[in-house]
């Protein structure tokens, strides 16, 4: 596609509940990241994709935080068990391989967990 | 561990003042320095820095990188209104990159 797209742009969800988070990369890009930004906080690294397999996923702030990414394309972020201290935007990015590409971002996903 | 810090945390202008952002960074293995805007949800690109002393310009805002003090400014001149919103330092080691505070940006009329 022509840029990075993720969906929902918006989920409110009881505590307790599971959620998917969907981002679909930007076209021929490898590499893919989730990000988390709080109200009010910088941007927190949850995971990072090289095609299907993520050398890093140090980020992930607990076990109730998974991802996976399939066909080296679309990527898919599950919180279980949502707290409310989940709620934040997560945001996906995408880059060509390489230490020396641009990283686009897309529009977030707005999670409120109440 | 990696870090990135910005200074100042936000800064307040008038419209056609200059402003400098600044980025220092503490990290192993670097490979680039990015300069982001956040207005609403999603960060967008503003430039990209790999060496030292070779400034980057895109109309009113550039910016330059010093590997030798590890760190980066941004400059915008002639400031607008529409230039108010966040401005995000961030630095790529191996895959990700890992984000200052940023700096919160307002330019009133």
């Known amino acids: 596609g022509a840029g990075v797209s993720q969906s929902p742009s918006n989920k409110v969800t009881e505590k307790g509940k599971d959620v998917e988070l969907r981002c679909d990369p930007i076209?021929?890009?490898?590499?893919l990241y989730w990000y988390r930004q709080s109200l009010g906080q910088g941007l927190e690294f949850l995971i990072y994709?090289?095609?299907?397999?993520?050398?890093?996923k140090s980020g992930l702030p607990s076990d109730r935080f998974s991802a996976e990414r399939t066909g080296g394309s679309v990527s898919t972020l599950t919180i279980q068990r949502t707290q409310q201290e989940d709620s934040a935007v997560y945001l996906c990015?995408?880059?060509?391989?390489?230490?020396?590409?641009?990283?686009?971002f897309g529009e977030g996903s707005w999670l409120t967990v109440v | 561990e990696d870090k990135v810090v910005q200074s100042p945390l936000s800064l307040v202008v008038h419209e056609g003042d200059t402003v400098t952002l600044n980025c220092s960074y503490e990290?192993?293995?670097?490979?680039?320095l990015l300069w982001y805007k956040q207005e609403k949800k999603a960060p967008t690109f503003l430039f990209m820095l790999?060496?030292?002393?070779i400034e980057k310009k895109s109309g009113r805002l550039s910016s330059i990188l010093d590997k030798k003090e590890l760190s980066s400014i941004l400059n915008i001149t002639a400031t607008q209104t529409g230039d108010s919103a966040i401005y995000l330092c961030?630095?790529?080691?191996?895959?990700?990159?890992?984000f200052g505070q940023g700096t919160i940006l307002t330019v009133h009329p």
């Open positions: 076209s021929g890009h490898t590499a």
């Open positions: 990015a995408s880059s060509l391989e390489g230490g020396g590409n641009t990283i686009y």
């Open positions: 961030a630095v790529r080691v191996y895959g990700k990159l890992t």
């Open positions: 790999t060496s030292s002393g």
């Open positions: 994709f090289q095609g299907n397999s993520a050398p890093d």
């Open positions: 990290v192993t293995n670097f490979r680039s």
